[in-house]
């Protein structure tokens, strides 16, 4: 499966916009293997408390996923969307 990075994050993924992985069965499993691969991305959009945070969301197959439980398929797309800020 392919995860889609944003652009402020390449710096954790060594200027990578696409991560492939393998063996993932939900939106955490992937967000573990990522931190293990890239330590410190996990930190930039999950929280705490272990939930997507408020300005982050990720689209699994072209659709939503609002937690961390939400399953990934061998064969889908996970995209990682930040919102944008500023004034």
Same mark, same amino acid.
């Given at each position: 499966?392919?995860v889609?990075? =944003?652009t *402020? #994050?390449?710096?954790?993924? $060594? +200027?990578?916009?696409?991560?492939?992985?393998?063996?993932? /069965?939900? #939106?955490? !499993?992937?967000?573990?293997? #990522? !931190?293990?691969?890239?330590? @410190?991305?996990?930190?930039?959009?999950?929280?705490?408390? !272990?939930?997507?945070?408020? *300005? %982050? &969301?990720?689209?699994?197959?072209?659709?939503? /996923?609002? !937690?961390?439980?939400? =399953?990934? @398929?061998? *064969?889908?797309?996970? &995209? %990682?969307?930040?919102? #944008? $800020? @500023? +004034?």
């Amino acid at each position: 499966m392919r995860v889609r990075v =944003p652009t *402020h #994050l390449h710096d954790y993924t $060594s +200027g990578r916009a696409e991560v492939e992985l393998a063996h993932v /069965a939900t #939106l955490g !499993d992937v967000l573990r293997e #990522l !931190d293990q691969r890239y330590p @410190g991305l996990r930190f930039r959009v999950v929280d705490e408390q !272990d939930r997507i945070r408020r *300005h %982050i &969301q990720f689209f699994v197959a072209g659709r939503v /996923a609002r !937690d961390l439980a939400h =399953p990934v @398929g061998e *064969h889908d797309e996970v &995209q %990682i969307v930040a919102a #944008l $800020s @500023g +004034g």
